[in-house]
């Protein structure tokens, strides 16, 4: 019987461990008929490979599975060329709502993480705005060659461009603990300006960031660059004796 009663609570700790790590996703897709195949899928090693599929109903469909660590999962509908990608924590209940002609425009809420990416990505949303609301003039401009008004309009969108980076910066630099960061971090690489500052900012995330699936790339950068940098070393001759 205590064997028993043992192995009975053992099963029930097991089960409530699994059901712990378990990520719920819910969206609410506008004009998607039902019945139409989704797709839930994640990349490893370079290679997209599928978690699991479902179908509409009413507009809304949904997943369950356990991730082992925060990553970002992409959720694709049949006929529809755009996707969806969220960034999925390990507990929290992901809640998803958009339409079927703006997929990348969809809200997503329900964790710490997606908050912090749509607050970068609105602030980046509302800069661009004010550089498109002037594509116009800039076309107009190229037409009439008015190397001003040109000069003029691309002096302003670096401004903006150079508030969208600062504001970033600031984000990955003060969220050392955020899985936010590494991918945020990753646009820097090649910025001139911050080239040199991205490994000083990477080395000091937390252990559980740097060593994560997103953080990967930017792990392979810099090896890669250091093996370059060995590569570019020139040793001098030995002298004959």
Sequence with gaps: MKKALLLLTILLVTIACKQEKKETII???KGIPDGR?????????????GIDTTTVKNGKFGFVFQPEEPMVVGIFI?????????????????TIKA????????????SKLNDDLNMLRTFRDKQTA???AKSDAFRKAQQEKDTATINKLNKEARAIQKV???????????HPNSYVTPMVLGGFLRDPQYKDSVKVVFDNLSDKVKNSTIAKNIKKYFESEKVKGTDNVKFAPKKKN
């Design 99 to 110: 339409d079927k002609d703006s997929l990348v425009k969809a809200k997503i809420t329900g």
């Design 27 to 29: 969206a609410e897709v």
């Design 130 to 132: 004010s550089i498109m």
């Design 78 to 94: 049949d006929s529809i060329r755009q996707g969806i990608f969220p960034l999925i924590d390990v507990k929290d209940m992901i």
């Design 164 to 174: 969208i980076a600062e504001n970033e910066w600031k984000y990955v630099k003060t």
């Design 37 to 49: 195949r989704v797709i839930l899928k994640k990349q490893v090693d370079g290679k997209v490979i």
